[in-house]
């Protein structure tokens, strides 16, 4: 194996070269950042740049770089050197566009850049270039479970894009919920009437297709693996089982409307109430004709009564919006008016909400004499003759409202299986002994839809409503289950038209997620990345966190409990080298040392020099983005704090907090994502197990003799690049309050 050599080159454009002082940087590389070669360049991006560093790499061996110049966020692609280890110091949007102008700051902004590029030349020290994930899969078959719209555009996404698809569903047919509707909402201009649903010719499409295996009757026994090898047993109605390999795996169960019984004050299971899905029937039994109730009486009047146990507010029923159910309602009311013009038909709301192209239909609506109320449904009594009691909510006056018949709009509530919340609390006394604990874990298992072999249940994460788990901003289909996506009202409540939008971005995801693992490559956001987790297990003291805290399941234990990484199912954010409190879990180009290399690398100021030193802590996806633009928008921070981006703040590991305090860091400021229920983080969980950490730490430091002020988590968007500048300056003057660190000299 030939030995490393290390180069540093630092570039002047940008107007860097008229503020710093090049080559006193380029002194600090050679000297202390003890770099065998160095080079500067007037424009170190352009193609002479590029070229001069590909031929040290080709002819003199260097196999790892410190590149000083523009931020890691700028000029990827020209600084990409698949054969070397590469770090970047930024100080172009970290130095030269944050610190203001004049005399008075040269000197601090020199400091700046110096630290900059011993961190730069500190890092790229403890890096390895990744070799890749060594459990590479050819696999790129697409399993699709659910054959209902959502379900069949899927799989008509992914087959029509050159990838075989295997699609299970449990009924007897294609076509799911849509598949009982009459007619659907208008997709197409002129968003006047409703259209045929055109379940049967995607169904025969779909049955037809060369590239696309139809297993009906069928639900799923058992999912294994990872993306690019799962292995999935399909069990058939007939009771046999087949196996099938996939490479990806797209869930769209769909959904099932909220149950009408559960609204007896709304006329739930009397006589002549029934639900959107319930006047679909009478509807599809009418074609096209006089719609007439169960009972054969022909309907003259019809009252549409919306949010029917939906955004509830007594923790009762749905406290959200189905989304999908005031424009179902216009459309039902037109089936009677276009059967017969006579029939009264109103359509009772709180607020409508029509988005897309609905006001045309809300407006074809009220010109065929639908009549729409603003009103809050009280009670329905069913019956030969309902009645509805409601406020009328423009009068401000308790009313009634007789009808033939009364449709709820009851919401849609997701197929999405067994919560993990609720699984883990089973599987906990299970694993403890308890026999009852064991039946109900055998129980969940047997209604789970993917029945996951995961330590970590057998169905993706849920939200507290029952929805798949999925970053609402960035990344839609993404699941905590790497390779695994799922589109359609499982994910979020949704109409047709959307849903069919969706399978096919989720399609696209899986397409996406078999190529990775192809290559050996990391999920979203990293999909660039080609490093993978191991860990030292000879210091390993088998304390389980990493497995526990793995947001993406990618951790599980071999017969001696110690750690196995699946490094398909790794979204390489580096949680669990967070989590490790012995510190034995890393990556190639990212670990405890990389980054603590960094932290140790500042030079730090003793007390006499009033130059405080703050360590941010960025979360690469967000907050070091927001420094970044910062910059750009030219908005001037303190020159003493110095930001290492790390991947995660779930990677931050305590050690490094403690190490930074050690060396006399005045403060430390760790910027995330949002966490909570609408949550940013872009791994889910990551800055929610950074907070928690950082709960436990202010016992070390009142032990360090330390304020615990001086370690501060800020939730940081991508779009807060004033409001960051303001944060720093603001902890800067709050630390001057509190004076000097009395760690520094020790």
């Given at each position: 194996?030939?030995?490393?050599?290390?180069?540093?080159?630092?570039?002047?454009?940008?107007?860097?070269?008229?503020?710093?002082?090049?080559?006193?940087?380029?002194?600090?590389?050679?000297?202390?950042?003890?770099?065998?070669?160095?080079?500067?360049?007037?424009?170190?991006?352009?193609?002479?740049?590029?070229?001069?560093?590909?031929?040290?790499?080709?002819?003199?061996?260097?196999?790892?770089?410190?590149?000083?110049?523009?931020?890691?966020?700028?000029?990827?692609?020209?600084?990409?050197?698949?054969?070397?280890?590469?770090?970047?110091?930024?100080?172009?949007?970290?130095?030269?566009?944050?610190?203001?102008?004049?005399?008075?700051?040269?000197?601090?902004?020199?400091?700046?850049?110096?630290?900059?590029?011993?961190?730069?030349?500190?890092?790229?020290?403890?890096?390895?270039?990744?070799?890749?994930?060594?459990?590479?899969?050819?696999?790129?078959?697409?399993?699709?479970?659910?054959?209902?719209?959502?379900?069949?555009?899927?799989?008509?996404?992914?087959?029509?894009?050159?990838?075989?698809?295997?699609?299970?569903?449990?009924?007897?047919?294609?076509?799911?919920?849509?598949?009982?509707?009459?007619?659907?909402?208008?997709?197409?201009?002129?968003?006047?009437?409703?259209?045929?649903?055109?379940?049967?010719?995607?169904?025969?499409?779909?049955?037809?297709?060369?590239?696309?295996?139809?297993?009906?009757?069928?639900?799923?026994?058992?999912?294994?693996?990872?993306?690019?090898?799962?292995?999935?047993?399909?069990?058939?109605?007939?009771?046999?089982?087949?196996?099938?390999?996939?490479?990806?795996?797209?869930?769209?169960?769909?959904?099932?409307?909220?149950?009408?019984?559960?609204?007896?004050?709304?006329?739930?299971?009397?006589?002549?109430?029934?639900?959107?899905?319930?006047?679909?029937?009478?509807?599809?039994?009418?074609?096209?004709?006089?719609?007439?109730?169960?009972?054969?009486?022909?309907?003259?009047?019809?009252?549409?009564?919306?949010?029917?146990?939906?955004?509830?507010?007594?923790?009762?029923?749905?406290?959200?919006?189905?989304?999908?159910?005031?424009?179902?309602?216009?459309?039902?009311?037109?089936?009677?008016?276009?059967?017969?013009?006579?029939?009264?038909?109103?359509?009772?709301?709180?607020?409508?909400?029509?988005?897309?192209?609905?006001?045309?239909?809300?407006?074809?609506?009220?010109?065929?004499?639908?009549?729409?109320?603003?009103?809050?449904?009280?009670?329905?009594?069913?019956?030969?003759?309902?009645?509805?009691?409601?406020?009328?909510?423009?009068?401000?006056?308790?009313?009634?409202?007789?009808?033939?018949?009364?449709?709820?709009?009851?919401?849609?509530?997701?197929?999405?299986?067994?919560?993990?919340?609720?699984?883990?609390?089973?599987?906990?006394?299970?694993?403890?002994?308890?026999?009852?604990?064991?039946?109900?874990?055998?129980?969940?298992?047997?209604?789970?839809?993917?029945?996951?072999?995961?330590?970590?249940?057998?169905?993706?994460?849920?939200?507290?409503?029952?929805?798949?788990?999925?970053?609402?901003?960035?990344?839609?289909?993404?699941?905590?289950?790497?390779?695994?996506?799922?589109?359609?009202?499982?994910?979020?409540?949704?109409?047709?038209?959307?849903?069919?939008?969706?399978?096919?971005?989720?399609?696209?995801?899986?397409?996406?997620?078999?190529?990775?693992?192809?290559?050996?490559?990391?999920?979203?956001?990293?999909?660039?990345?080609?490093?993978?987790?191991?860990?030292?297990?000879?210091?390993?003291?088998?304390?389980?966190?990493?497995?526990?805290?793995?947001?993406?399941?990618?951790?599980?234990e071999d017969e001696k409990r110690f750690p196995v990484f699946n490094e398909s199912r790794c979204r390489r954010c580096g949680t669990c080298m967070g989590a490790c409190p012995v510190r034995v879990i890393s990556f190639e180009n990212y670990s405890v040392d990389t980054v603590g290399s960094q932290i140790k690398?500042?030079?730090?100021?003793?007390?006499?020099?009033?130059?405080?030193?703050?360590?941010?802590?960025?979360?690469?996806?967000?907050?070091?983005?927001?420094?970044?633009?910062?910059?750009?928008?030219?908005?001037?921070?303190?020159?003493?704090?110095?930001?290492?981006?790390?991947?995660?703040?779930?990677?931050?590991?305590?050690?490094?907090?403690?190490?930074?305090?050690?060396?006399?860091?005045?403060?430390?400021?760790?910027?995330?994502?949002?966490?909570?229920?609408?949550?940013?983080?872009?791994?889910?969980?990551?800055?929610?197990?950074?907070?928690?950490?950082?709960?436990?730490?202010?016992?070390?430091?009142?032990?360090?003799?330390?304020?615990?002020?001086?370690?501060?988590?800020?939730?940081?968007?991508?779009?807060?690049?004033?409001?960051?500048?303001?944060?720093?300056?603001?902890?800067?003057?709050?630390?001057?309050?509190?004076?000097?660190?009395?760690?520094?000299?020790?």
């Amino acid at each position: 194996m030939s030995e490393n050599k290390f180069a540093a080159y630092i570039c002047s454009g940008c107007g860097i070269g008229d503020v710093l002082d090049v080559p006193a940087l380029e002194k600090i590389a050679q000297k202390e950042g003890k770099m065998a070669v160095v080079k500067s360049h007037p424009f170190l991006c352009n193609e002479e740049g590029v070229q001069m560093i590909r031929d040290d790499i080709a002819n003199d061996g260097v196999t790892h770089l410190c590149i000083a110049g523009c931020s890691r966020r700028a000029k990827a692609e020209a600084f990409s050197f698949p054969d070397a280890a590469v770090s970047r110091a930024n100080l172009r949007e970290g130095v030269l566009w944050v610190v203001a102008e004049g005399s008075d700051h040269d000197e601090v902004r020199q400091e700046m850049a110096e630290d900059y590029v011993r961190m730069g030349c500190a890092e790229v020290k403890k890096m390895k270039l990744p070799a890749g994930n060594p459990a590479r899969a050819e696999n790129k078959r697409v399993l699709v479970v659910g054959g209902g719209i959502s379900g069949m555009t899927a799989a008509l996404s992914a087959a029509d894009a050159g990838y075989p698809v295997v699609l299970v569903e449990k009924t007897g047919q294609l076509g799911g919920f849509a598949a009982n509707l009459h007619k659907r909402v208008p997709f197409a201009s002129p968003y006047a009437d409703p259209q045929p649903t055109g379940v049967e010719d995607m169904a025969a499409k779909v049955s037809a297709h060369p590239k696309i295996t139809v297993h009906l009757n069928a639900t799923l026994a058992e999912t294994a693996g990872a993306p690019g090898r799962f292995n999935v047993k399909v069990a058939q109605e007939s009771g046999s089982v087949i196996e099938e390999a996939v490479g990806a795996i797209v869930q769209a169960t769909g959904f099932t409307p909220y149950d009408i019984n559960k609204l007896p004050e709304l006329g739930g299971g009397q006589a002549n109430v029934v639900d959107q899905a319930g006047l679909e029937a009478l509807a599809q039994a009418a074609n096209g004709g006089a719609i007439k109730r169960a009972d054969g009486k022909e309907v003259k009047s019809v009252v549409f009564v919306q949010c029917a146990g939906q955004r509830d507010e007594s923790g009762q029923h749905l406290p959200y919006c189905s989304g999908h159910c005031c424009a179902t309602s216009i459309k039902q009311a037109m089936y009677f008016k276009d059967a017969n013009p006579d029939v009264d038909t109103v359509v009772m709301y709180q607020d409508l909400r029509v988005p897309g192209m609905g006001e045309d239909f809300y407006r074809s609506a009220q010109q065929k004499g639908v009549i729409f109320t603003k009103g809050k449904a009280a009670k329905v009594s069913g019956g030969d003759s309902c009645t509805v009691d409601f406020k009328d909510l423009i009068l401000d006056e308790d009313t009634q409202a007789v009808a033939d018949l009364v449709v709820l709009a009851t919401g849609q509530v997701p197929n999405a299986g067994v919560n993990l919340d609720e699984w883990t609390e089973v599987n906990t006394k299970a694993e403890g002994g308890d026999e009852e604990a064991k039946a109900k874990r055998d129980e969940l298992r047997t209604v789970s839809v993917l029945k996951l072999d995961y330590r970590q249940g057998p169905d993706v994460p849920q939200f507290k409503h029952g929805f798949n788990d999925s970053h609402f901003i960035c990344f839609p289909y993404e699941t905590r289950r790497t390779g695994i996506y799922t589109a359609g009202p499982v994910r979020r409540p949704m109409d047709m038209h959307q849903a069919m939008e969706d399978a096919a971005g989720a399609a696209m995801k899986a397409i996406q997620a078999t190529e990775n693992a192809a290559r050996g490559r990391a999920a979203h956001p990293r999909a660039w990345d080609l490093s993978f987790p191991s860990a030292r297990l000879e210091g390993c003291t088998q304390c389980k966190r990493c497995t526990v805290e793995c947001p993406f399941g990618a951790i599980d234990e071999d017969e001696k409990r110690f750690p196995v990484f699946n490094e398909s199912r790794c979204r390489r954010c580096g949680t669990c080298m967070g989590a490790c409190p012995v510190r034995v879990i890393s990556f190639e180009n990212y670990s405890v040392d990389t980054v603590g290399s960094q932290i140790k690398a500042v030079n730090i100021p003793d007390e006499f020099e009033e130059k405080p030193r703050i360590l941010i802590l960025a979360c690469e996806n967000d907050a070091y983005p927001a420094l970044d633009m910062a910059g750009l928008q030219r908005h001037v921070y303190s020159a003493f704090v110095r930001a290492i981006p790390v991947r995660c703040l779930g990677s931050v590991n305590t050690i490094w907090i403690t190490d930074a305090l050690n060396s006399g860091y005045d403060g430390i400021m760790m910027m995330g994502c949002k966490k909570g229920d609408d949550y940013q983080c872009h791994f889910v969980k990551g800055s929610e197990m950074a907070y928690y950490r950082m709960s436990k730490i202010d016992d070390t430091m009142k032990q360090m003799g330390l304020e615990t002020e001086r370690v501060t988590s800020l939730e940081v968007a991508i779009t807060d690049n004033a409001r960051v500048a303001t944060l720093i300056d603001e902890y800067v003057e709050q630390l001057n309050a509190l004076g000097p660190s009395p760690m520094k000299g020790f």
